[in-house]
Structures are given as structure tokens and as C-alpha cells.
């Protein structure tokens, strides 16, 4: 500042500085005009946030005039702002349901749009472009542009409809009027163009609901790590076979029980489950090689690839989960009980889906009703959709209710492919690497071409260097000098195969099972769910119940699936699909009741060949004792399909606490401490109990201390079912070689010690006071947005996320709320709805949403039913059109 400057500074400090005794007199009113002008400013600003907030509401009263309809079209809405769509043919019924979806839902469906396409980067920038590119690696949009092109023509003629209702919301609207999130993007990364929706856009959901849950090809990539630095009697403790004599399957029903359905069917020419696995584990394995893969590809930019099994594992959960990381954790439960064991003499059916919390919730509830039914117009149904999706996936008609829970059937294997000058050796004759390009836009960079690579196997989407060569050893027991053979410009890579990369019908499947009305139409439709692999029970207004297992799951070579397999060996490859006649399926059983909860469907040599990795069957066994217990004393209700949901008795209590009851605390008075805290728990893991917390960092302080620092670092114990099992058999061993290390020699020191950590390790994250201690403060749960709830900026978080809140349950759990031990103790998993539905009565059903009908932050039903839903509450499920007008709070109507 210059000397100028500071003499007019001063100038203008005196001029406004007021004349003395008038100080305190013009301060005063100084204040009182800036206070004035903040409170203005404020105001001004809440007006318009509370305005951008608001503007992307949608209309849900009054009329609404809609171009294309064929008709009028009511929407009610009830007092959870769920809507039922009422229509007099179907293209109005669906064209209407596409109008609701973007109303409430569409920037979800855009994201998922650009998720399932390969897009992201034009949203977020360059930080997506990986992402992007190993989406478009897989190929989904393409996959499902051939089945849009296959689909008959009621079915595509209704995905028309559905588009052309989302469309007609979309008109003349700008981004911010549509979803708050597009200004938050066009903040960052400038406007958003939003595009029309397309059958194509819809159906590539369905690709991205399969890769979600895909069975078993991060269980391949673990078991090929582990088997690099593991013997042969280590694999068999820590990938142990599946209890049979304990613990329940689908068909069997009661532990070590033999299947009695005629429905059940198996091939003679296939090994059992659990003989696969033997012969996998009987494979000795060999010590790894630091080897230096050669360079995957010369010349161009082409799409990168992870280097090693690692790195893909790693790349694979770094992907969007629209529905969760894959984990064990994401499954299901449902069961159905006969009218025979019912207080209503009519059969109730339960499910409850396992996949990871999201801000919206995954599901969509709606009603969808013709006027009069009809062959043109056959629908009168209501359940769970998905926004993007026509139809309902989950939930009732006038006739019959399904649920559905993972089947988790071996439909993905990763395939080691010997590649060599831009060819793929075969046994049968090499053949060339198929190639093509695509252009990725970026959000404020210039758009990048990539170069995608194919086997007749699938998708190159990694390298194989480095230690986890050794894959190619344990696969097969070939020798590690055969691998290295060859000219030097010879490489491996992993393809991917996969049933969903192939053409399917899932998306006529859908339509089908809404409009079914008995069993036969209902397995008439499930022999088109080809993809995802689903668990399906079934009952019916006639008092029947049933399941059925559909999909397309491939008959093996020699390969079984437990490993990586030799792409050079055709006689590992695939042998075509298992006929649906073929697949499990139970109709009616003696026992009056049927239980899924990802457990084996048949024991062992009853059905053709499906899995080796299937959930370990604590949710199974809870709920199967469970509802014995129920019908043994009486009728079974809802509200006792209820209880049931919400069980969170935790799988490893019973059988731990007594053995550390027994350990000597000697002057520890920790130990001793834990041990008066455990002795009055019930082995439940109330959202309030101190027991609860502190046997949870227990749990997780045995997987860290005894078995994390065996394994190799790629696969830590993550805990859940497979853990509490394996822990299971080795508290049966005291002087095991997992419980010895440097420091203690047998179980019952390494329990000693672990107690002590686990103590420690409470206090520090709760408190010094036992008593001020819930497995709810550890155990939270935070709701977010999908796609800007991870941005990293606080501010735009608060937006959109919810919580965190407070839950009960946790993982191997019929409550699943499930948790990563390797990570920590926030919930990752969740129960995404719960119905329970009444065939004696559909207006006496029960249902609840993890969040709420609205995908729009701030709208009064964004997130209305997550308290309910963590207390296991849920609410009324109205049906017929008189219960329906009693909860109608709000009533549209559409008029062509």
C-alpha cells in the first residue's frame, strides 16, 4: 500500500467513525442493520435452496394430461407415498409405471444408465475411467441390446410403453428439475444433457443385478491366492465342506435329512457337491514364483487390465456395487409355511433380500392393476420393482406370492488363457484374439479410445504375472516348468466367462411370474430366469406351496469351478446348460414348510452338480429351528414370521462363550471382567448390548490374531458364516497349528490372549465403562447415495446421505445385517425390504423399505421407513381396491 493509499484509508476510517458520546448510540444500530442483513441473506439463501430442493418434486395430486395414453390412468399414493397404478390395457399400465419411476426415481436410473453402459466418466471425470472401461471390457449394454432385439413382441412392446412414460416426464424438464443431483453435478463437471430411455436402458439393469451376484469368482480368485503359500490340510481348514449332518438344505429340509420331493431331480453322470470339492482339495499345490510377466500388449492405447490375481480382486470391489461388494453376506432369506401349520388355514410367505444399504433403497415399492383382467391386460400385482425395470420382482398377485433368494449357482469361471503373437493356443488348433474399439467421453477432457480383447471364453480382464502364476499349477497339478515352456512372446491371461454375457431371458421372465396364477405357469416363467440364478418359493391362494430352482448354469468338463481353469484344454471347457427339467424343484412337501437361505439345495448326490459355494447354513438352521419351535407351540402367525426376520442371535455364541468361561484369568482381572460381562448374555446381538459389542471385537480379534497372520495378506478373514464355521472346528482342536504362534502354543492361551486384546480394544473405541458400551454404536449403519454419497466433500454428503443409525443383527445372522471383520464393525450389508405376505387375506400382508418410495433428498418420503425398518417393524401392505382407498393419502390422474 502506498503512502497515498494509507492517508486515504485513514481519510475514510475517520468519515465513518461516529462522533463521540454517539458510539455505543450508532453501534447499536450498525448491529442492528448487518443482524437485519444476515437474517435476509440467510432467509434468501434457504428460500432458494429450500426452492432447488423442492422444484424436482413430483406431482402427485390432481391431473396430469399425458400424451400416448390410450386412456385414463389413476395413481394413488398412500401415507408411505407408495403408488398403485391403476390402467384399463397394458401399455398404459406400464407407459404409467415409467411416468411414477422417473417421478420418483429417475436420477437413480440415470446413474445406473451411465453405471451399466460405461459412462461415469462423462459424469465424474477422469477418476471413472477405469471403471469404465472394464465395464465395457464385460460388455453389458451390447448384451443387452441382443436381447432387447430377441425379446417377443408383447414383451418389448411393454418395455416401449415403460420408456415411453419415462420420457413423457422428462419433457420440457431441465436437469435441476428432474433431481437435485444434477446441479450438484453440473457444479463440478458443468451441465448434464439427459437423454431419452430406451428398452436397451432397461434392460442392462438386469446385467448389473447378475454381476452383483455372481456366484463364486472372487471364491476362485481367494482359493488361488491361498493355495499359493497354504498346504493341503490348511485349504481343507479354512475352505472347509459344507456340514451336511448339522445343517440344512432346500429339498432335505432338516439337518442331515434325505430329500423326499418327486420334484427333485438329479443326474446320475454328475459328481456331488461335496465330492467336487474333495477331488479340488485332494490337488497338492506348489510353492509361487516371483516371475515377470512379459507386456500384455504392443501398440495403441488399449484397455488396462490388473496385473496379477490380487490387483483384480482389488478392482473387481473398487467397481460400483449397485447392490453391494460381493460377499457371502449379500443373499437372502424367504420360507413359506403351509396352511396346515397357519393360524388364517392359508399359507404365509416370507422374504427379506441381503444386499448393500443405498440412498434410495435398491427397491421401488408398487401396485400394478388392470382394470378388468384379461388376456391383453392380465396384471393385478404389488411388490418390490425395480426403478429402471416394468413390472415387480418381488411380492404378490390376485392368485399367488413369490420371494426370491441367491441360488448361487458356478455360472462364472475365470479362464487362463495362453496367448501367443495375437493368438489363443488351443489343443484343437489356436485361434486369433478378437478385438474392437470404443470411445470413452470424459467430463472436461478429451475422449480416450480404448481397445477390448475376447477369447471364444470371454472378456481379457487381467494379466496373470508374479506369485499367483503358481494358479496354473494348482488348477490342475500340472508342473510349473510346462507353464514356463514355450516361445518367450507366449503370456497368460484371465477371460472371463460368464452365463450373463450371453444373451437371456430374464427380461421376459419378469412379466410372466407377475401374471402367473397357478404352479405350472409360475415354473412356466421361472424356466425363463435365466439370469441371475435365483431361489424361487412360491403360494398360492389354493393353499399350495413350492420351489423352484431356475438358470442357466453350465455342465463342466473337467474343470469343476473351484479354480481358474486351462483355456487351452478344451476338455475343460463348458459342455452346454443344465435343462430346466433337471433343476431342483418341490412342490407341496409333507413337512408343510420350505426354508432358502443360500444353503445347498440337496444333499449331496441328489441333484446335477450347481456349486461348490454355498453359504454355510447358520441362517438356515436358525430359521428352520425356529419355525418348528413356533409350530410346535401353536398356529403360526405374521407376527411370528416377524419375529423370526428380526432373530439376531449371533452363530458363534453359544458354542464360544463356554469355553471362555473356563479360561483361568489368574490376576487378569480384564478376563475376569469379560467374563462376568458374558456370563448373563443370551448370545444375542441387541442394537443395546455392552455383551454384544465387546463379543464382537472378540470375534474379530480372533480372526486378526490366530488366522489373519497365516493367510496370505490378499485374503483376510472377513468373518460371517464360512468364519464362525471354520473358528467351530478349531475350538474342537485345543492344540491345532492355527491357534500356536510365537507367543502362545494352544487354544485356550490364544483365547486368553485374544480376550485381553478384545478388552483393551473395547475400552478404546467405547469407553472405559461397560455400561455405557452398545453393539449399536459399533455396528451403525449409514445409508448412501449411490453415487455422490462417497464424493469425499462433506457438505454435498450431508445432502444425501442418511444416518447413521443404530442396528441390531449382523453377519450369519437371519437379522443380516452383515459387517466386514477385516475392515471393521459398520454394517455393509443389510435386510433391503422384508415382506411377509397372507394368502388367506392379501390386505393382512406386511411390508417395509430399507429407505423410502422417493429417491428425491428432503422429499418427506426419502428415507420415512428406515426407523421402522431398524426396529424390524413393518408396515400395513393394502391390496384390494377398498384397502387401498382407505390408506389412499394422495390420488393423480394421467389423461391422454
Known amino acids: 500500500m502506498t503512502d497515498a493509499d494509507s492517508e486515504d484509508s485513514n ?70 407415498g407408495v403408488p398403485t397404478v391403476e390402467a384399463s390395457n397394458s401399455h398404459d399400465l406400464f407407459m404409467a409405471q415409467g411416468f411414477v419411476h422417473a417421478q420418483d426415481r429417475f436420477w437413480e436410473m440415470d446413474f445406473r444408465r451411465h453405471v451399466t453402459s460405461g459412462r461415469l466418466s462423462e459424469l465424474f471425470g477422469e477418476s471413472q475411467f477405469s471403471t469404465d472401461s472394464f465395464i465395457r471390457t464385460l460388455g453389458w449394454r451390447k448384451v443387452a441390446e441382443k436381447e432387447v432385439a430377441a425379446l417377443d413382441d408383447k414383451t418389448l412392446a411393454y418395455y416401449e410403453a415403460y420408456a415411453e412414460g419415462v420420457n413423457a416426464y422428462l419433457h420440457d424438464k431441465s436437469p435441476t428439475e428432474v433431481s437435485l443431483e444434477y446441479g450438484v453435478i453440473g457444479l463440478q ?118 496385473s496379477n490375481l490380487g490387483e483384480l480382486k482389488q478392482h473387481l470391489r473398487s467397481l460400483p456395487a ?37 440412498m434410495p433403497s435398491v427397491w421401488h415399492q408398487i401396485g400394478l392393476r388392470c382394470t378388468e383382467i384379461t388376456p391383453e391386460c392380465p396384471f393385478d400385482v404389488s411388490g418390490f420393482s425395480f426403478s429402471g425395470l416394468p413390472g415387480v420382482v418381488i411380492g404378490h398377485n390376485q392368485s399367488i406370492a413369490w420371494g426370491l433368494t441367491n441360488l448361487g449357482p458356478d455360472v ?38 480404448i481397445t477390448i480383447r475376447s477369447t471364444r471364453n470371454g472378456p481379457l480382464i487381467s494379466d496373470l504375472n508374479g506369485p499367483h502364476r503358481s494358479v496354473l499349477d494348482a488348477s490342475t497339478g500340472a ?16 477371460a472371463l466367462q460368464w452365463t450373463a454375457l450371453e444373451p437371456g431371458n430374464t427380461a421376459s ?54 479354480l481358474p481353469r486351462h483355456g487351452w484344454k478344451t476338455d475343460e471347457d463348458w459342455q452346454g446348460y443344465i435343462d430346466f427339467k433337471d433343476l431342483p424343484s418341490l412342490y407341496n412337501p409333507d413337512r408343510g414348510w420350505i426354508v432358502t437361505a443360500n444353503n445347498p439345495v440337496t444333499p449331496p448326490g441328489e441333484s446335477v452338480q450347481l456349486s461348490d459355494d454355498f453359504d454355510y447354513g447358520d441362517r438356515a438352521r436358525r430359521i428352520t429351528k425356529l419355525l418348528r419351535d413356533t409350530m410346535a407351540k401353536g398356529p403360526v ?8 426376520q428380526g432373530d439376531d442371535l449371533n452363530p ?134 449411490a453415487s455422490l454419497g462417497e464424493s469425499g466433500i462433506k457438505p454435498i454428503e450431508r445432502l444425501f446421505n442418511r444416518g447413521p443409525y443404530e442396528v441390531a443383527g449382523g453377519s450369519g445372522e437371519v437379522n443380516a445385517t452383515g459387517w466386514d471383520a477385516s475392515v471393521g464393525f459398520e454394517t455393509n450389508w443389510v435386510p433391503s425390504m422384508r415382506q411377509i405376505v397372507d394368502l388367506k387375506d392379501f390386505n393382512h400382508s406386511q411390508w417395509i423399505n430399507l429407505t423410502g418410495a422417493s429417491g428425491h433428498a428432503f422429499h418427506p418420503h426419502y428415507a420415512d421407513q428406515t426407523e421402522d425398518w431398524a426396529a424390524n417393524r413393518t408396515r400395513p401392505w393394502p391390496y384390494t381396491p377398498d384397502a387401498l382407498g382407505r390408506h389412499t393419502e394422495d390420488s393423480l390422474v394421467l389423461r391422454p
Do not use: C
Not at 234 to 255: C, E, L, S
Not at 443 to 449: I, L, M, S, V, Y
Not at 534 to 559: E, H, S, W
Not at 637 to 644: F, K, N, Y
Open 479 to 494: 508342473n510349473t516348468a510346462d507353464t514356463k515352456s514355450g516361445p518367450a512372446d507366449e503370456h497368460y491371461q484371465l
Open 637 to 644: 402367525t405374521t407376527a411370528d414370521m416377524s419375529r423370526i
Open 652 to 785: 458363534l455364541a453359544l458354542t464360544l462363550i463356554p469355553l471362555l468361561e473356563d479360561i483361568d484369568a489368574g490376576k487378569d482381572t480384564d478376563i475376569a471382567k469379560a467374563q462376568k460381562l458374558l456370563a448373563d448374555w443370551d448370545g444375542r446381538d441387541d442394537a443395546n448390548s455392552a455383551a454384544a459389542a465387546y463379543f464382537n471385537v472378540l470375534s474379530k480379534t480372533i480372526l486378526d490374531e490366530v488366522f489373519a497372520p497365516k493367510l496370505p495378506d490378499a485374503v483376510p478373514p472377513a468373518g460371517g458364516s464360512r468364519w464362525y464355521l471354520i473358528i467351530k472346528n478349531q475350538l474342537q482342536k485345543p492344540d491345532s497349528q492355527w491357534w500356536a504362534d510365537d507367543k502362545v502354543d494352544n487354544r485356550d492361551e490364544a483365547l486368553a490372549r485374544a480376550m485381553d486384546s478384545a478388552w483393551e480394544t473395547t475400552e478404546d473405541l467405547l469407553g472405559s465403562e461397560p455400561v455405557t458400551w452398545r453393539w449399536g454404536i459399533l455396528h451403525r449403519l449409514t445409508i448412501r447415495n
Open 322 to 358: 449397485l447392490l453391494g461388494v460381493n460377499s457371502h453376506d449379500i443373499g437372502s432369506n424367504s420360507w413359506v409355511v403351509s396352511g396346515e401349520h397357519t393360524a388364517t388355514g392359508a399359507p404365509l410367505l416370507a422374504n427379506d433380500p441381503h444386499l448393500a444399504p443405498a
Open 11 to 80: 481519510a475514510l476510517v475517520a468519515a465513518v467513525r461516529p462522533p463521540s458520546g454517539a458510539h455505543r448510540f450508532v453501534s447499536a444500530k450498525v448491529l442492528i442493520r448487518i443482524l437485519a442483513a444476515v437474517l435476509v441473506l440467510v432467509l434468501i439463501l434457504t428460500l432458494l435452496g429450500v426452492f432447488l430442493v423442492r422444484r424436482s418434486f413430483p406431482t402427485t395430486d390432481g391431473d396430469i394430461s399425458l400424451p400416448g395414453l390410450n386412456g385414463e390412468v389413476s395413481v394413488t399414493r398412500d401415507d408411505s
Open 189 to 306: 463437471n458443468g451441465g448434464v444433457e439427459i437423454e431419452e430411455w430406451t428398452p436397451v436402458d432397461s434392460v442392462s439393469w438386469l446385467k448389473a443385478m447378475a454381476w452383483d451376484l455372481r456366484s463364486n469368482v472372487e471364491d476362485e480368485i481367494d482359493r488361488a491366492i491361498s493355495q499359493s503359500t497354504l498346504d493341503d490340510e490348511q485349504m481343507a481348514d479354512i475352505y472347509p465342506d459344507y456340514p451336511y449332518d448339522t445343517r440344512p438344505t432346500i429339498i432335505g429340509g432338516n439337518a442331515g435329512a434325505k430329500s423326499r420331493a418327486a420334484g427333485s431331480k438329479g443326474n446320475g453322470d454328475s459328481k456331488s457337491d461335496k465330492g467336487k470339492a474333495d477331488d479340488s482339495k485332494a490337488r497338492k499345490s506348489k510353492a509361487a514364483e516371483d516371475e515377470t510377466g512379459d507386456e500384455a500388449h504392443a501398440g495403441g492405447e488399449v484397455t488396462k487390465t490388473p
Open 509 to 562: 421372465a419378469i412379466f410372466g411370474l407377475n401374471a402367473a396364477t397357478n404352479w405350472k405357469e409360475f415354473r412356466q416363467a421361472a424356466s425363463r430366469f435365466d439370469v441371475p440364478s435365483q431361489n424361487l418359493i412360491y403360494a398360492d391362494t389354493a393353499g399350495n406351496i413350492g420351489y423352484q430352482a431356475p438358470g442357466k448354469i453350465p455342465k463342466r468338463g473337467k474343470g469343476d469351478g473351484m
Open 412 to 449: 462364472a469361471d475365470l479362464v487362463v488363457e495362453k496367448v501367443r503373437d495375437g493368438e489363443v493356443i488351443r489343443d484343437s488348433g489356436d485361434e486369433a484374439v478378437t478385438t474392437r474399439k470404443e470411445t470413452v467421453k470424459i467430463a472436461k477432457e478429451e475422449p480416450r479410445e
